[in-house]
């Protein structure tokens, strides 16, 4: 149940901060094996969901140290075919049209993560996807709430600016 | 009316900082509640398309995939597993064959049959070494023979010759 419940998010969260498919999935399972480790560890003073997303920051970190010049792959985004995916948004758009503008609507928002840092990618992914509070995202990630608030800034206007939208 | 949202302030307001001054501006200026319709139109879009890439991904797993972790974990059971499975396989094969055998014990034929078939079978071998015993001789083809050598009686060629088979 935990597993089936945070797992997708996870998946994602890592997929599309790192733009590497298949180290995601390996960094999702290496999250789980270590929090199913860990359980007795937990205290409850945070969600289980803000507990893995740490597990899962660790893991990333631990990878990035034993490949760093591969790790962080903005042009592997570009990997992630999403049209597919948009096809799934079939049952919750009204008309083609809509259908067909939802999936150019997500991939430009996937092309402009491209030009982010990845921790602004994960600050904006944690934020606006997984609607997570600042103050969530600050504890962890273990970044400053005024950093954190940075990125989301630096992140949205860069967003902002590849969708075209930038006054 | 005041001047359009800044990056910043667009910033805030999605992410729930919003200040008075932004939500005085947003109430008068059309263009900018545009933009921050379709700005959350647009990440709504990515965050449903990439959910469902998400899932289908997950989905579309091999559900005994072995990854580098499940590696790991299964190192430690792995044997075990190897050998639960070779037991089934004999548990399997000896119940097969203990039906199979209990079928042809109930025709007392075909068990009668067996036995004696077995020990005629003996027999048979052992009348057709003899007689290929007597042929060769008859030929008196003996390689210390044809060579010249003087044949101790027990070299491999003579030894082998006398290997009859024995009856049960």
């Known amino acids: 149940m935990l597993v089936s419940t945070h797992r997708a998010r996870l998946l994602r969260l890592v997929t599309f901060s790192t733009g590497d498919q298949d180290l995601a999935e390996t960094v999702v399972q290496d999250c789980f094996l270590k929090a199913y480790r860990a359980r007795e560890s937990f205290r409850g003073d945070c969600s289980v969901s803000t507990w893995l997303y740490t597990i899962a920051l660790n893991v990333m970190r631990d990878y990035q140290r034993l490949q760093k010049p591969h790790f962080w792959k903005s042009a592997g985004l570009t990997a ?3 049209t597919d995916a948009s096809s799934a948004l079939a049952s919750q758009e009204p008309s083609p049209e809509t259908r067909m503008l939802a999936g150019e609507q997500a991939n430009r928002v996937q ?57 | 009316m005041t001047p359009h949202l800044t990056d910043e ?17 947003l109430a008068e200026c059309a263009a900018c509640r545009g933009e921050i319709d379709r700005l ?3 990440l709504r879009a990515f965050d449903q398309a990439s959910m469902a ?13 072995p990854g580098r972790v499940f590696s790991r974990m299964q190192s430690g059971w792995r044997p075990l597993a190897a050998g639960t499975l ?5 548990i399997v094969f000896t119940l097969l064959f203990t039906v199979h055998h209990r079928r042809l014990s109930a025709d007392g034929n075909v068990r009668a049959s067996n036995i004696s078939d077995s020990t005629a079978e003996i027999e048979r071998d052992n009348l057709l070494l003899r007689a290929i015993d ?23 060629y003579t030894r082998r010759r006398s290997g009859l088979r024995s009856t049960p």
């Open chain 2, 53 to 65: 890439w998400s899932e289908a991904r997950i989905g579309s797993e091999p559900v005994s995939k």
């Open chain 2, 86 to 90: 070779a037991a089934a396989t004999a």
């Open chain 2, 40 to 42: 959350r139109a647009s």
């Open chain 1, 80 to 82: 992630v075919d999403l």
């Open chain 2, 134 to 156: 007597e042929e060769l001789d008859s030929l008196d083809l003996s390689p210390s023979k044809m060579y010249g050598i003087s044949s101790t009686g027990d070299d491999p």
């Open chain 1, 111 to 167: 092309l402009a993560l491209k030009s982010l840092s990845p921790k602004q990618r994960i600050v904006f992914i944690m934020r606006f996807l997984d609607e997570m509070e600042l103050q969530e995202i600050s504890a962890t990630t273990g970044m400053p709430l005024s950093t954190v608030k940075t990125h989301i800034r630096r992140a949205m206007k860069a967003v902002r600016s590849r969708l075209g939208g930038a006054q």
């Open chain 2, 9 to 25: 302030q667009v910033a805030d307001y999605l992410s729930g900082e919003s200040v008075k001054t932004t939500e005085t501006h």
